[in-house]
């Protein structure tokens, strides 16, 4: 959603009003400038900056209709930038992508037959994580709080947790993390968490095949 450019601008020539045009759909196709260092984050406001606004009448209208072009960009920017991080935070999430070496294929058990999955492993960091990312979709939503986990498992049997995370509607797509050796399992399962219950009792969704990473 793109700041309303006729509410910005207002009533100024059609000479300008054309050239800031250009400038705010540049700005917006832009998206928001890079994160200033923190040199320029010191930096103080001036004084006139944080007092407060004491104009009224025709005054006000007077400084409105004769606001400088630098301050009309800079507005534009601020406008185009909070576009941006409303469009990041009502639109769709998805989960970071990482640097996969391996797919993993997950099925549904007996209690979830329709239920299919991969997993997204990446390279272990400096601290020994290895981020992947769980791709499900066929599980149905859990009442009462309910959720899902994801276990590293070995024989079939949920050991060490890697994460939660909660079925609405449609695909589902959630970044995690292993902090743990990968080659002492031998796959992954998904259990099937409703309140008061918070054991690993019910394997909705395991790997197919060997899943041991070397």
Known sequence: MSPDFNELVGDVPMEERERFREVHDLLVQAGPPPELS???????????????????????ARQQRK??????????????????????ATGDKSAAPIDVQRVVHMAGTTLEPSAIGTLELGSADRQGNWPMILHVSGLRQLPNDGYYDLYLSRRGKPVALCGSF??????????????????????????RQVPPNHEPKFVVMRTTGSSRVS
């Open 38 to 60: 923190p040199e320029l984050e010191s930096v103080q406001w001036p004084d006139e900056a944080l007092s407060p606004l004491t104009l009224s009448g025709q005054r006000a």
């Open 67 to 88: 606001r400088s072009p630098v301050l009309v960009a800079a507005a534009i920017a601020t406008l185009a930038v909070a576009a941006f991080l409303f469009g990041q």
């Open 166 to 191: 909660n079925v609405v509607r449609g695909d589902v797509a959630v970044r995690m993390s292993a902090a743990y050796t990968l080659d002492k399992f031998d796959g992954w399962v998904v259990t």
